[in-house]
């Protein structure tokens, strides 16, 4: 199978044949579909997720803190924390969702998490 090149645009959803990818703008609320999320500098983006889902989240470039704020009662991995901060270009966080926590699968860079 040949490579594809992907032209990333914030706002704007990208498809891939295995894995969505969202590359969203300041202050969006993200599509509970899993996938890809990319997040560039000081971007706070909300996520409602849904059972099963599988997220890996991406900061491409961050100067000013990217954060992630889960909604609807879910917390990251027992933390009681709700809000994800991605403070260095190339942060990387892999979850998978549970009933109301996101399991963390992989967290290389160390990220924060907090309270809302």
Same mark, same amino acid.
């Given at each position: 199978?040949?490579?594809?090149?992907?032209?990333?645009?914030?706002?704007?959803?990208?498809?891939?044949?295995?894995?969505?990818?969202?590359?969203?703008?300041?202050?969006?609320?993200?599509?509970?579909?899993?996938?890809?999320?990319?997040?560039?500098?000081?971007?706070?983006?909300?996520?409602?997720?849904?059972?099963?889902?599988?997220?890996?989240?991406?900061?491409?470039?961050? !100067?000013? *803190? +990217? #954060?992630?704020?889960?909604?609807?009662?879910?917390?990251?991995? &027992?933390?009681?924390?709700? $809000? =994800? !901060?991605? *403070? +260095? #270009?190339?942060?990387?966080?892999?979850?998978?969702?549970?009933? &109301?926590?996101?399991?963390? $699968? =992989?967290?290389?860079? +160390?990220?924060?998490?907090?309270?809302?």
């Amino acid at each position: 199978m040949g490579s594809r090149l992907l032209n990333f645009k914030p706002g704007v959803e990208q498809e891939d044949a295995r894995w969505p990818i969202q590359t969203p703008v300041d202050g969006a609320v993200l599509k509970s579909i899993g996938g890809i999320v990319m997040l560039g500098t000081g971007v706070d983006v909300t996520l409602t997720p849904k059972l099963g889902q599988t997220y890996i989240f991406h900061c491409t470039d961050s !100067t000013a *803190d +990217a #954060t992630v704020t889960l909604a609807g009662g879910f917390v990251w991995d &027992t933390s009681n924390n709700d $809000i =994800a !901060t991605f *403070d +260095a #270009t190339g942060d990387i966080l892999m979850v998978v969702f549970g009933t &109301t926590i996101a399991t963390v $699968i =992989a967290n290389p860079g +160390a990220l924060a998490f907090s309270g809302a």
